[in-house]
């Protein structure tokens, strides 16, 4: 593996050196890095409009395999219930809307370099990042029509959106492709997206204006057969907070 001329030299370096003295994630990661195309990691991705009205890109080959395979593993023992933000109160809790599990991504090397891949296709700094989620949906699990973005007009989405600022951007990893059916679906624009492994979506929850862009109401879809595993990363309007 050759890290050299990449934005990641010294994490590279730290890595190595906790490798050598023991350290299993370390290992695991120079594992799977090992099997990536660094070079290619380390150029900004291109996208493409797949739709006229709204800001929806794919991003073919986002992820490398391997790296795709690390987060489901990495993902699959911590799995739990997700949640959802209640816009009338503020409150997260559970939504019969939202039957997949999910699980935080654990800050690594190779989460870096994911945002930061995601960074170059938005133009947004991974500051505005929220942490990242890996996503699975076993047959008859979805996330059912929902918005990313922070409604407004409810009274419970004013405190979080002084504080964090608007939820602009969505990109959603697809990290496998042993399923049936489970797309993206945007009934409102009348579009479909299923990606293969790697591949990512990305859209803008806003309009130019800042304003909420109602055509992106979109669900994630029911695997018929298998189980899907995507990673979603949201990106905010402004830096969050530094999470210790």
Known sequence: MDAAQTPWDKDFSRLTREADAGDASARAQLDVLAQCDLRTLAQPPTKERIHAQSAIFACKGFAP??????L????????????????????????????AMNCGVERDLITAIMQQ??????????????????????????????????????PGSADELAALGQRVVTIVTYLNTEF????????????????EKGDAIMFANVLPSGAPDINTLHAGLPPAAGRKWVLSQWIRARPLPARA
């Open 180 to 195: 049936d059916g489970a797309a993206t679906d945007f009934p409102r624009l009348g579009f479909s997206f299923r990606g």
């Open 65 to 70: 395999p391997a790296i795709c395979d690390w």
């Open 117 to 154: 891949r995601a960074a170059w296709l938005t133009g947004a700094p991974v500051s505005h990042y929220e942490p990242p989620n890996v996503i699975s949906y076993e047959p008859g699990q979805r996330f059912d029509y929902h918005h990313d973005y922070i409604d407004p007009s409810q």
């Open 72 to 99: 489901v593993a990495r993902a699959l023992p911590r799995l739990h219930p997700s949640v959802v933000h209640n816009s009338r109160t503020g409150e997260m809790g559970a939504d019969p809307r939202r039957t």
